[in-house]
């Protein structure tokens, strides 16, 4: 770690040092009749069940739900952190087999190593045989788009929730990931927070493009930040499959308007509505 963090690279470099650095280009994502059944027998408890998606490279998806439906079990798959029952998940064309180095995973949590600094814990997200110069390139570059530079050397304890949060985005993104999977990672903020960090979200995206799978239980945010969404939860129309255990994509929406979206819009209002009665809330 040390060695990543070494100041052998000039400042007046670190940008283009960090350019130059191996980065992965967004990656797409396919769901392939995938199904995930925890238990055996008789204690057998399906999850999901015929979910066939297709990410597109360098698209926000959010995935929406009832709690308990499948949403981060979908997630887990993705990352190669859980494997399917049956189908698969493919990232470019490839079957996702045990964990997978072209993504990576930010939680609710931080999950931030209390002892090391920012500079350090935002470190550990970088690939494999990056050098030290440019490992330390990518970091304060990675530090300055997430607003810390000035706290690269302060710890965890000595900094707010949606600061350690923006730290934990940024190790994600260390790793130059195809695909980042985010899995409710604003969700224990304040409202005022998390409406802050899903602005930066944005930022980061458009600064570095890639494919983006984010789980959410706020429609809200789903719709400011998702190019699409898709809703996970039974499927009430599908005759004699209704009864079928586990749940699968019921509804798929584009979500209108280039970002950043006005928060105010009535066709985003109609549309939360909308998403709202799919989940089986009164939007009213």
């Not at 997978?100 to 045989?129: K, M, V, Y």
Request: contains cysteine; charged residues 25%; hydrophobic residues 45%.
């Amino acid at each position: 770690m040390t060695a990543v963090l070494s100041s052998s690279a000039p400042e007046t470099s670190l940008d283009a040092r960090a350019g130059a650095a191996t980065r992965t280009p967004a990656l797409p994502v396919a769901f392939r009749s995938l199904r995930r059944t925890f238990g055996t027998g008789a204690e057998a408890h399906t999850v999901l069940r015929d979910v066939d998606f297709e990410i597109r490279a360098g698209e926000v998806l959010a995935i929406l739900g009832t709690s308990g439906c499948g949403k981060s079990t979908l997630l887990r798959a993705t990352a190669g952190l859980d494997s399917p029952t049956a189908g698969s998940v493919d990232i470019d064309g490839t079957p996702v087999q045990g964990i997978d180095s072209r993504c990576a995973f930010a939680f609710q949590e931080p999950r931030l190593l209390p002892w090391h600094t920012l500079q350090a814990n935002i470190a550990i997200g970088l690939p494999t045989g990056i050098s030290a110069r440019d490992g330390k390139a990518k970091v304060a570059r990675l530090l300055d788009l997430v607003g810390l530079t000035d706290f690269a050397k302060h710890r965890p304890r000595e900094i707010s929730g949606g600061m350690a949060q923006r730290a934990s985005l940024a190790r994600a993104l260390a790793r130059n990931p195809g695909v980042l999977l985010l899995d409710e990672p604003f969700g224990a903020l304040d409202a005022l927070t998390r409406i802050k960090m899903q602005d930066l979200l944005l930022d980061i995206h458009r600064a570095e493009p890639t494919t983006v799978l984010l789980v959410t239980h706020d429609v809200d945010e789903a719709l400011q930040l998702a190019d699409r969404i898709i809703v996970l939860g039974k499927d009430a129309t599908a005759g004699e499959e209704a009864a079928a255990p586990g749940a699968t994509i019921v509804r798929t929406v584009a979500v209108p308007g280039e970002r950043p979206r006005d928060r105010g819009s009535v066709d985003l209002a109609r549309l939360r509505a909308s998403l709202l009665e799919t989940l089986g809330v009164d939007g009213h």
